[in-house]
Structures are given as structure tokens and as C-alpha cells.
């Protein structure tokens, strides 16, 4: 089974910064492609950024220029850098592990409030 473990959440001024971390339990190798989703109140997840295997990266156009993903093979992890938060960054953030079946693995989340 696997299991996706965040950290990094929590509660930053606007135009501050925060690292988001997700450990695997598995060798983050063996996914297709790790990614980070939000959900704010009363909306729908949406996808912030992915990392493909191929080292190509996605971004939502509302972070582009602010949140950078990455990620470390050799401790399994995965992260995201988000820069200068604004208060519409409030939500709770998500890891995602695709395998190449698009097999889909969650972590628990993390809250990340950004205060006005």
C-alpha cells in the first residue's frame, strides 16, 4: 500500500513563503508522475502543479511564476515552493502519485492559510 505523507503546511502573511513536502513510502522513481492538488472551501480540487517522470513541469496558471515543484529520488520526496502567497492560496494541499496505469495515490493534506 501506498502511502503519501505531507508537510510544510500552515499559516503565512500574504507575500510570504512556505515549503510543502510529501514523502513516499514506495521509490518515488516507480511513479509516472507526482503533483500537488488544492481544495479551497465549497470548490472543486484543482491541480497546482506536476512533475512527470520526464522532468517536464505543469503549473496552473494562477501559480505560474510563484510556486516551483521538485523532487529528490534519493529521499523520496517530493516538494513545492510557493512564493509570494496570496490569500486566494488558502486551501488545503494535496499530494498525488500516478503510477503509469494512471493508478492515483493521495496523501492526507495539509492546511495552508495565507492571512491579508
Known amino acids: 500500500q501506498v502511502q503519501l505523507v505531507e508537510s510544510g503546511g500552515g499559516l503565512v502573511q500574504a507575500g510570504g513563503s512556505l515549503r510543502l513536502s510529501c514523502r513516499t513510502s514506495g521509490k518515488i522513481s516507480s511513479f509516472n508522475a507526482m503533483g500537488w492538488y488544492r481544495q479551497a472551501p465549497g470548490k472543486q480540487r484543482e491541480l497546482v502543479a506536476r512533475?512527470?517522470?520526464?522532468?517536464?513541469?505543469y503549473y496552473a496558471d494562477s501559480v505560474k511564476g510563484r510556486f516551483t515543484i521538485s523532487r529528490d529520488n534519493a529521499k523520496n520526496t517530493v516538494y513545492l515552493q510557493m512564493n509570494s502567497l496570496k490569500p486566494e492560496d488558502t486551501a488545503v494541499y494535496y499530494c498525488?502519485?500516478?503510477?503509469?496505469?494512471?493508478?492515483?495515490?493521495w496523501g492526507q493534506g495539509t492546511q495552508v492559510t495565507v492571512s491579508s
Open positions: 498525488n502519485a500516478r503510477t503509469i496505469l494512471f493508478d492515483m495515490y
Open positions: 512533475l512527470p517522470s520526464d522532468g517536464s513541469t
